[in-house]
């Protein structure tokens, strides 16, 4: 038998090599080198690696071939396995910048007097005598850089797999390390590692749903490439339970991981649980890579079938809008408050992606529901990473203080940080002036040229809704006075600032010259086939 | 003070100017001619004032007025005492229903109108607070609850494509 | 002909303004002048352009760049009769708000300066925006100012007041976005999307879509203006702020409700305003009616001016609502009145509620022995709203109730009642506060300082002077009505009543 080398386009994939090479140097100076070194070592490593792989994208990006007449670019690689066109270029950008604020984040020693805010031995147990020690001799776990740069690369490949086995495993590698990441905090270690162990058997059941639906699919399609399924559904011979069950099941996974309802009861414990670096790189991060593979599934795999699934997206849609900003009224801790504001933008998402038209129906120059989504996921990613690293300012001896009752007054003890803060709120609820109007404005609009307007009334209803509890973040921070103790915030070092300031002059900027990535969402085209 | 708003009504007057200032606004109105010249009116209206003040001299005014204010008197009189009766009616008429009227608007406004606006905020934090106890905190709760999720959409997609 | 981009610099001046007041460095101790200062320019800037306006030309002093491109959106700025008038409304207003407030704001005042001025710059964006995505922006970018204005400076309540004018403002402003959403699918659809308002008042919108837009705007505008049965959050703001910022609130902000429904519904869904017109004249009518009821029932001095506010929006929705020259022109003046007229009711409440540290109208009595000049402004700026003859609310009141009769006598039948509960709620707040046994807590009172009447006199003249010569606004605002009533199909007639010789209702 004939062994055929595959062909594999390294000038066009070294961006996923650079952040694969990278991430196993980490596991290798995480074995050879002497402790000391290992904290500079690790981010320095990261942060060059995530670098060269940003600059890579901009290369790859601008060499990209044009097809058509510019509604498309890019070819397929790794043997149609991948697909390298303008949204996974587009995507790869985003979610490497987001790993950058990570990275930056991750390093943060300033907040807890010298030290990360990971744990110092993980696997000590909370409460023992291991555990006292390792934290007063200042250990530290230097391994999240190498874990954050595999999650970073489980995350390029996914919104690039053009097949479905592909996008597993993609899945599975974005995943894991997030699991264990969520597990190293290094205050509240027993919610860290709770949230952990849920966030791990809650994804691996809905992982579980996710390859069934792989293997239904393949069954009906007779392959796992997304344009033979796309052939398949449009020639139509299989039999068409197999097509909906295992449509249905793949999109149960996908919903999981971008915290849809009613697949979203994991995010409110994992977002409060994790360390809140981690939260802000993973609610920012995840959810892009997560909407970038569903986009793909539905728009190439499923593409000619919309009038299936867009019904059972418009529930979708629906419900997690509803929950998303009803269910945050009842909060009082702002990390969790965050994560359920996070599941309500999960549905805003939505009704961007339910929002497709073949381009037959649009006007020339007019708003794609791709283009929409994909900007939508910039502003909030954006906003939700700087609010997250605002929350870890907010602290005392004793850790952070995220009960809303620590954070009254906030406005009068640290204007800046409240008005930041504020900004980032504002944006999240979408007023003008700010990058989230310009991303709803998008995400609504290309819903109602759709026709969707009983989900945009819905949406319209929970911005409503979602308003209250910002304005009452705002109210409680500049006027209300302290109750029991005074809120405090500790002055981080030019790592966090550097993420929060480029953070919120990403989410002005947006809001009032959102023009030129807009443009550039454009120009990344279509997904090809 | 009086002095002075007459001089300055005789030079509104003087010129026709108080006539026309708001021309530019209504337009011209046009000028009826009563039935009688006016100067005749005028007269009638004098004729009437002085054989009303004769009047009131010769049966009032030339007899002698008592100390105290008589009090068993006509009932015209004690109609004009009580300025005809205008202020009673307009107390009874109009005073006391619009007092009535302004109290229970004021009221439904605070409670009617107001009412459904802070209802409706407080029924959405009351939904907010019945649903948040799903959130038990369970990992077996929220497996069920992706269970329901599954089969959610698997309904979806089966109605959609059987109906 | 390069031409000075005149209504930027409205809009650049005061942010510029506003950041140089709140943070100059030494502590605000001279941030108010400041403040002032770059608002007395911004007024200067804005005569000046006035000047060189030419009343029958359209849409002036024009400008229009792209934006973004995608959604057709562009920065376009343009004033016409009705946007200059209440452009200069807004410029006049607030240094004479900054002027009132100089000693209220006290430990924070650099913070009020700052804000008042974002709002200013904000407003003359709304009023003299051309396209309808960047009117949006800034229609909800003003509530920001307008909610730290609210909530920082005021009485005991004033956060939860807040709140509640916000969330209002924001439900109705969401309801908008949906509307404005749909004139870009509907502009799309016809080909090109855009969102300039020339380009889509030339777009031929089919009934029934214009029915859901008109729906999504007048909702947000009826809760700007306000109206019944979503003007709640008036009186609660009215009564917590300070009357600096009522002011700001009541007398400009809330006239973008109704210049929005001239502007917006009139102009571009005109169809559907003609199909919604009973609905909004019932709810014009009950505004006027009911608000006058419940003012007359307040105790709060505040409270009661506020919703006073409802009662004149009525008529000023009653007027544009008529489809008449009269009724358009009567509504706009009034606008203008209006902002002048309760500015000066305001401030002068303000004035009176600083010296009793209460605004309970039973807290007061017999003032007028003490301060006969404070008492005098107080009644004429009270009557100018009862809307007395010789003073310029007048003018404005009959035209719309000369309007509304042309629609239907029963509306003008009501429209009347209006000046009636106002004479009844003026009079009856003037005889308790300042007529009767002057009360021993007035007895110690001050009269009008130097300050207070600087403000005031200024607001009282023009009343007065406009009471008399209302023809320059006329003439500024007629060519604009002329305009918009053009897109109904109504004649523009000879701007004056039906004489008398004429049969008509």
Redesign the interface.
Known sequence: MEFVKPTIEYAQLWPLFVVFGVACAGVLVEAFLPRPLRYVVQTVLAFSGLVAALVGTVVVASRLDELGEGEARGNLAMEGTLALDGPTVFLWGVILLFGLGGVLLFAERHLEGGVSAFAGQAAALPGTEAERQASTSGLDHTEVYPLMLFAVLGMMIFPAANDLLTMFVALEVLSLPLYLLCGLARRRRLLSQEAA??YF??GA??SG?FLYGVALVFGYAGSMEFAAINEAIRNDLGN?TLL??G???L??GL??KVGA???Q??T??VYQGAPTAVTAFMAAATKVAAFGAMLRLFYVAFGSDR???Q??MW??AILTML?GS??????TDVKRMLAYSSIAHTGFLLTGVLGVQSSTD??I???TSL?AVMFYLVTYGFSTMGAFAVVTLVRDSGGEQTHLARWAGLGKESPLVAGVFAFFL?AM?G???TSG??G???V??SA??AGAYPV??VA?LS???A??FY??VI?LM???EPGGQAPSVTNPSVLTAATIAVSAAVTLVLGV???PV??LA?RAGEFIR | MLAALSVLGGVLLAGDWIVGFLAPVVGEAEHHEPPLPALVITLLVTLVVAVGVAAAWFLVGKRDIPREAPHDVSFATRAARADLYGDAINEGLVVGPGRHVVSGLTTMDRVGVDGAVEGGSSAVGGMANTFRVVQNGFVRSYALSLLVGVLLVLLTLMVVNFS | MTQLPWLTILIVLPLVGAVVTAYLPSRGAIARQVGLGFALVTLVVAVEMARQYDVGGGYQFSEQHEWINVFGAHYALGVDGLGLLMVLLTVVLVPIVMIASWHETDPKADVFFAWALVLEAFSVAVFAATDMFLFYIIFEATLIPAYFLIGGFGREGRGRAAVKFLIYQLAGGLVMLGSVIGFYVVSARAGNPTYLISDLAALDIDPDTQKWLFVGFFIAFAIKAPMFPVHTWLADTTEKATTGTSVLLVCILDKIGTFGMIRFCLELLPDASRWATPVVIVLALISIVYGALVAIGQDDMLRLIGLTSLSHFGLIVLGIFAFTPEGGAGAILYMVNHGIGTAALFLIAGFIVRRRGSALISDFGGMEKVTPVLAGAFLIAGLAAAGLPGLSPFVSEMLVIISAFDYAWWAGAVAVSAIVLAAIYILWMYQRTMTGPTRPEVAAFKDLDRREIGIVAPLLVALVLFGFFPQPLLDVINPSVDNTLMELGVTPSDHGVPTTTEEGE
């Open positions: 162990l849920k058997l809650l059941f809905s749903f068409r909906l069950v449509m249905g099941m999109a149960v919903f999981f309802a009613p697949f009861a994991w409110p414990d009038w299936t699934w019904p059972m529930v979708i929950v009803v269910l945050a009224i009842a909060q649009l006007a120059g007019q708003l283009q504002l609820a007023i003008p002036l109007f310009i709803k404005w998008a609504f609009a109602l040229s945009v009334v319209i911005s409503i809704i308003a209250f304005v009452r109210r500049y006027f209300t010259v959102p023009g807009l443009d454009g």
